[in-house]
Protein backbone atom coordinates (compact mmCIF):
# COMPACT_ATOMS: atom_id res chain seq x y z
CA UNK A 1 0.00 0.00 0.00
CA UNK A 2 1.06 3.10 -0.91
CA UNK A 3 -0.17 6.58 0.80
CA UNK A 4 1.43 10.18 -0.17
CA UNK A 5 5.18 8.29 -0.18
CA UNK A 6 4.86 5.94 2.79
CA UNK A 7 4.73 2.37 1.12
CA UNK A 8 3.78 0.01 3.79
CA UNK A 9 4.15 -4.10 3.61
CA UNK A 10 1.29 -5.96 4.58
CA UNK A 11 1.57 -9.86 5.85
CA UNK A 12 -1.56 -12.16 6.14
CA UNK A 13 -4.16 -11.35 8.42
CA UNK A 14 -2.82 -7.56 8.50
CA UNK A 15 -5.61 -4.61 7.90
CA UNK A 16 -5.95 -1.54 7.24
CA UNK A 17 -7.94 1.60 7.14
CA UNK A 18 -7.48 4.07 4.38
CA UNK A 19 -9.12 7.46 5.93
CA UNK A 20 -11.77 9.41 3.99
CA UNK A 21 -10.40 11.61 0.80
CA UNK A 22 -6.95 9.81 0.86
CA UNK A 23 -5.67 9.83 -2.43
CA UNK A 24 -3.62 6.45 -2.46
CA UNK A 25 -2.67 3.67 -4.95
CA UNK A 26 -2.17 0.10 -3.72
CA UNK A 27 0.12 -2.08 -5.56
CA UNK A 28 1.10 -5.80 -5.15
CA UNK A 29 4.60 -7.76 -4.89
CA UNK A 30 6.35 -9.78 -7.53
CA UNK A 31 3.66 -12.52 -6.60
CA UNK A 32 0.46 -10.70 -6.78
CA UNK A 33 -1.53 -9.66 -4.01
CA UNK A 34 -5.26 -10.65 -2.13
CA UNK A 35 -7.13 -8.66 -0.20
CA UNK A 36 -10.59 -8.55 1.19
CA UNK A 37 -12.10 -5.21 0.66
CA UNK A 38 -14.82 -3.52 2.35
CA UNK A 39 -15.99 0.32 0.82
CA UNK A 40 -18.65 2.63 2.78
CA UNK A 41 -20.10 5.16 0.84
CA UNK A 42 -22.49 8.24 1.46
CA UNK A 43 -25.21 7.75 -0.32
CA UNK A 44 -25.32 10.07 -3.39
CA UNK A 45 -21.67 10.82 -3.45
CA UNK A 46 -19.24 9.64 -5.73
CA UNK A 47 -17.69 5.93 -4.79
CA UNK A 48 -14.28 7.03 -5.86
CA UNK A 49 -12.48 10.06 -7.62
CA UNK A 50 -9.54 9.35 -10.07
CA UNK A 51 -6.78 11.64 -9.22
CA UNK A 52 -4.10 12.45 -12.55
CA UNK A 53 -0.56 10.78 -12.42
CA UNK A 54 1.97 13.56 -11.33
Do not use: N
Request: net charge positive.
Amino acid sequence: MKAKSKAQQKAAGDSHVIPPRAIHSPRGGPDGARAVVFRVHVAGELERILVPEE
